[in-house]
């Protein structure tokens, strides 16, 4: 349906009808289209001629998993930033959210055109890495053989800190046992954070996920990139020095009000100016946050996409008016905030895990149902939404499992194909040859249906990319399965309509020619998610 002639009706001067009348004519004129009709106050209904629709196919087989490729992009620079955990500890299952979210939305801006940047924001500046290093102390103590007691509050008491204490002791032996924490506090910190990070790239490799570049917090507050911000921000007129309004509801016994250094980012649509310096006058994580978004606007994104986990919340508003005014308004930021993980087994919750302490780790979940299984449920609902991730269901075989009805889609129309192989020897049956199959014989209204749900395709990839949702690709991978699934079933009801036809080698391969671009296109859709498409399934 088209719009067209009421948004012409205005400019023109005229009824939307009158319009409508010539136009629907012209377009029921095109060897393209069946009909064309006006309906309601200016609306023409087009049905599309089948031939256009078959033609897809062909094109499907002659693109191959480029199909859906799109321009839409143009070339646009993005930097999409996730996970970027606190190198504090191993991932954990909410972590792996992000991760998956994060690489397909990368994958998916790229699949329509746009040039990406996988990056990793390390935050090993402040107190939690300082925590790190005096945890890391405890085990290597213990290492050498020290009753340490019970891990003291405020400290992480996962065991994984233990192979950091037993890495330093057996490189350093006691050299810092008995020594004051200002001369080993900086090697502990920057010794716990490096194997941290290291265990973290692992445990994303495993996942598939890879990362065009791992910045560090510390390496951009050493190199002065907070200063040149506030310096950026301070000759734009927008840093000034005053006293902010006490905080909404129960104010805090210590709060006094005091001159601060603030950013104006009510000017920028948010609720309150910001604090840029805490009161021993060292920056706040804030001001270390502007400036990282500077740096990544000054290596040459203007477009930013941060994925951050749900309790970040808070911090959208102000990081947005900040972009704006640190870019001059020439950058932009998206943030998507991905909500919580909740793991079950057979609908019992999953315990935590015995290596991390306090919660379930990402190698856990590995581990229990492999990196494909992770990254198709990860996008089975929109990151805004709660997800429940149950082993025991994302293991069944069976239609209320998503993984395995997509999956099994494709190892159906692989086995289709290899069937048809042997029943039709000799014959030339690659994409190739296929796509110059007669497709006139694809006549059945459930045939002509797939061929428009795999026709969609391309459109799917640029409005998910413009929207910023790769959870659409698993959605839409679920409706080409089940159009796929409901022309095989009625196959085995119906004999005419199977695929394969002893009797009719034209339509077998018009059909095979629809079940071969069925596989492609869902296999390009699996390449977004990360996932690797099945060639066989049990049945």
Known sequence: ATNAAMLLAKPVGSNPRAIAGPLAEALAALPEVDSAEVAGPGFINLRIAPDVWRAEVAAILETGTAYGNSALGAGRRVNVEYVSANPTGPLHAAHARGAVFGDALAT????????VTREYYINDAGAQVETLARSAHLRYREALGEDIGAIPEGHYPGEYLKEVGQTIAAGDGDKWVGRPEAEWLEVFRSRAVEMMVADIK???????IRFDTFSSERALVEAGAVQRAFDTLEARGLVYTGVLEPPKGKVPEDWEPRPQLLFKASDFGDDIDRPLKKSDGSWTYFANDIAYHHDKFLRGSPELIDVLGADHGGYVKRMKAAVTAITGGEG???VKLCQLVHLFDGGKPVRMSKRAGTFVTLRD?????GPDVVRFIMLTRRNDQTLDFDYQKVSDQSRDNP??????AHARATSVIRHAGEALPGRDLSDAALAKAPLASLTDPDELGLIKVLAGWPRLVESAAEAHEPHRIAFYLGEAAAAFHGLWNKGKEEARLRFILADDAETTLARLALVRATATVIASGLAVMGVQPVEELRE
């Open 365 to 369: 979940v590995l581990d229990a149902v």
């Open 403 to 408: 993984v395995f009805y997509v999956q099994y």
């Open 332 to 334: 932009s930021l998206d």
């Open 202 to 208: 692992r445990d994303l490799l495993d996942m598939g």
């Open 108 to 115: 998916l801006l790229e699949k329509a055109g746009h040039v």
